[in-house]
Each structure stands twice: as structure tokens, then as C-alpha cells.
């Protein structure tokens, strides 16, 4: 018997554990002093009712004999996957119906999908990243390459063509620093990846934050990207779903490399490692894409949206440099005064009683770095921000 030796590779992750026991400590200390935190990742308001409506009437079905269901089609019920290529086709993008893969969110596909890779790719993963594609790459043993992303760029890497690799991940808008490419920035990445025969694999889980149609909210509005790119996709962001779990994956019939569908293998991993997502949540995940569904889901995203704006305009008026708040839940501000980020996580929860989540904590560019989220609620970010103003003017 031989374990797989590649975990002991792994770095533990202190970022969040850190944070609470930090958060712990101050809280003992001082009972008395309202903490706010800007750090969370998570969404905070609750499912639309209508999507809450279909839950209980998919429950109801599930109870009587003729409605049963049993065993779903492993890769989703064909309702929910023609209501993902209608909303597909409002962004000018065709794709049947049987590219689509529903899973129980983006996560577990973003690790699952490196089953039909071999472990000989070469990849690359941006600094700072969402760990998910570091961990899960070492715990195969593939080697990793990083693309930098820095204040120089606007945390937007473009590929150099220096550098070989055959997987490359791209998250737009990005986690953790808002950032979002536009199409001639995609474009480019498309091209490198057909001239190195490589595979995008594009996160696409804060697409709906997008709010401008001249930026690209699917890798596949760039021409040739079903040839080399598949796309991950979550109703986590978009509609609340960090607890209902459900999310989807696009891998197009033309991808195919040495002579293989690519298709038919996420398929034939799906069908042998994976039994569906449950009828109830399907049903849920087909509400948001209800005339009222949308109109309840954005009203949340604005929520979100505008809460991003009140602390972009904060930093606007600090003269602090940022990327995101515009089309993402994100701001990733520089620490002011050359401040590290540890050191202005400390300064931030002991001065102002603000939590946010330092930059070091994705990787070694996101060192200097701050992340603030728009996913709390909006007298809380609105008084955290009167205190940076306060703090820092
Ligand atoms: N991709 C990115 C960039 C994320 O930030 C997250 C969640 O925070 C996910 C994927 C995972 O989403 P899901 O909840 O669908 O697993």
C-alpha cells in the first residue's frame, strides 16, 4: 500500500484559520466594540422566492408516486440544461445542450475536471489565485508554473510566449482581485493556447457580475475558444446557491485534442463518478432563469453591486490603488503606506474594528495586498467605510 505522497506537498492554509483566531482574540478582549467583516466570501441574502416556490414544489413531487424521481441523468436534467443554453444565447453564444454538465458547484468540477488530463501537463495558475487550482493540480502531482499578476498589468497577466504550458486557468472576474479581462485580453489567451495546443480552463463563477456588454462574460464569445477552452460556471454568486450547491461546466464538441472528444470524456467521468444533482435543487437552479427568477436574482446582485461601489468610491476618495468593485464583489486595494498584509489586517481590526482578508493569503504577489468583499450587508459596509475615511484621510 503507497499513499498518495503529493498531499504531503501541499502547504497547509492558514489564511482563514489565522483570521478567526485573530478575530477570536479581539473580540475577548473587546466586547464592547462592534467588528465588521469585509473579509467573508460568502453570500448573505437569502434564496429569491422564486426559487424558493420551486423547492417546495419539487418537494411535493418527490412525495407523490406519479412525480417520484429516482436516479437523474448524471449529467443533468435536460430542463435545467436547455434553460443554461437559452441564457447562453442572450449573450450571443450558442452552445447545445449536451455541452452542459450540471454539478454540485464549480469547485468540485475545477478539481474533478483533471481526471482527463494526464498528469505530464504543465500548468498555469496566476499569482494571486483561489487556491482550488493550486491544491488540487499538487495533489495530482502536476507541475505548476505561475503567471504573475501585479499592479503593472492591473493583475490582467497576458500569456508570454517564452513560457510553454498545456493547462492554463483564467478567472474572470477574478477571485480575489476583481479584476476582469477584456475581450482582446481573452483573445490573446486564446491564441496562445491554439498555438501550444494547451486547454483554458476559464472560471466563470462572477460572470453575472458583470454589467457591460463589451466585456466578455463567457470565454466562448471570443472566436475559436470552443476549440480550446472549457468553462466552469456556479449559481453560487450568481443566485445565493453557496448552500443550495449546484453549478455547471461547457465542454464543446470541438474540443477535441489527440484525436479525442474531450466531451465524451467529461462525460464518461461524469456517468462512472457522479450520480446527478438532486431533482429538488435542479428545479431551484431552472427558477433563476424565470422571467421572475432573474428579476429577484439581480435585484440581489445590484444589492452586492452597490455596496462594491460604496467602498471603490471610498478608495476614490483616499486615493487608494484598486482593482474590481466595477463588474465584482471584490476590491483588492494596496495597503496604504507600503503597509504588508498582515501588518494592515492588524492595523484595520485594532484601529477600526474591520475585518478583510489579506492579499498574502493567495499567493506571493498578493503581498501589500487587501481583499474587501460586498457580500455584507449594507449599514455595516457603509459605516466601515466611514471609518476608513476617518482611518486614512
Ligand atoms: N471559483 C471561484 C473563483 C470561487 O471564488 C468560488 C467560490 O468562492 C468557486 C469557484 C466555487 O463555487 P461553488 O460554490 O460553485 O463551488
Known amino acids: 500500500m503507497n499513499i498518495n505522497k503529493n498531499y504531503l506537498n501541499l502547504e497547509d492554509s492558514y489564511l482563514f484559520s489565522n483570521i478567526a483566531k485573530k478575530v477570536a482574540e479581539f473580540t475577548q478582549k473587546n466586547p464592547d ?3 465588521i467583516k469585509l473579509g467573508i466570501g460568502d453570500v448573505t441574502l437569502p434564496l429569491a422566492p422564486a426559487v424558493v416556490d420551486a423547492i417546495k414544489k419539487a418537494a411535493d413531487e418527490m412525495g407523490v408516486q406519479n412525480t417520484f424521481k429516482g436516479y437523474g441523468p448524471e449529467q443533468g436534467y435536460a430542463f435545467l440544461r436547455e434553460a443554461i443554453q437559452s441564457y447562453y444565447l442572450k449573450k450571443k453564444v450558442s452552445i447545445q445542450a449536451d455541452e452542459i454538465f450540471i454539478s454540485d458547484g464549480a469547485k468540485s468540477d475545477l478539481g474533478n475536471i483533471l481526471d482527463i488530463f494526464s498528469q505530464d501537463n504543465m500548468v498555469l495558475v496566476p499569482d494571486p489565485v483561489y487556491p482550488v487550482y493550486v ?24 500569456p508570454d510566449d517564452k513560457i510553454k504550458c498545456d493547462i492554463i486557468y483564467i478567472c474572470s472576474p477574478n477571485n480575489p482581485t476583481g479584476a476582469v479581462y477584456t475581450k482582446d485580453g481573452l483573445k490573446k489567451w486564446v491564441e496562445y493556447a491554439h498555438k501550444n495546443d ?20 463567457s470565454i466562448y464569445e471570443i472566436d475559436g475558444a470552443k476549440n480550446c477552452a ?9 443566485a445565493g446557491f453557496t448552500g443550495t450547491r449546484c453549478g455547471y461546466t461547457v465542454v464543446p ?3 477535441v485534442k489527440q484525436n479525442c472528444s474531450l466531451n465524451k470524456f467529461w462525460l464518461r467521468r461524469q456517468t462512472t463518478k457522479f450520480n446527478g444533482v438532486p431533482y429538488i435543487v435542479q428545479r431551484a437552479a431552472q427558477a433563476v432563469f424565470s422571467d421572475e427568477g432573474q428579476k429577484q436574482i439581480k435585484e440581489n446582485i445590484e444589492y452586492y453591486s452597490q455596496n462594491a461601489k460604496i467602498i471603490a468610491d471610498t478608495m ?3 486615493g487608494v490603488w484598486y482593482t474590481g468593485g466595477k ?15 498582515w501588518e494592515f489586517f492588524d492595523y484595520l481590526l485594532n484601529n477600526i474594528y474591520v475585518v478583510g482578508t489579506p492579499g498574502a493569503g493567495f499567493g506571493n504577489n498578493g503581498e501589500g495586498y487587501f481583499r474587501l468583499t460586498s457580500f455584507g450587508n449594507r449599514e455595516n459596509t457603509v459605516e466601515a467605510m466611514q471609518r476608513f475615511l476617518k482611518a486614512f484621510t
Open 327 to 341: 463588474h465584482s464583489p471584490y476590491i483588492w486595494l494596496k495597503c496604504p503606506n507600503d503597509m504588508k498584509s
Open 198 to 217: 494547451a486547454v483554458i480552463l476559464f472560471d466563470a463563477a462572477y460572470e453575472c457580475f458583470i454589467k457591460s456588454d463589451e466585456l466578455p462574460s
Open 230 to 238: 472549457i468553462e466552469f460556471c456556479s449559481f453560487s454568486k450568481t
Open 316 to 318: 476614490d476618495k483616499l
Open 253 to 255: 464538441k470541438e474540443l
Open 33 to 35: 466594540k462592534k467588528l
Open 135 to 158: 491544491d488540487t493540480n499538487i495533489m495530482a502531482g502536476r507541475k505548476i508554473i505561475y503567471a504573475e499578476a501585479n499592479k503593472e498589468n492591473g493583475f490582467l497577466p497576458l
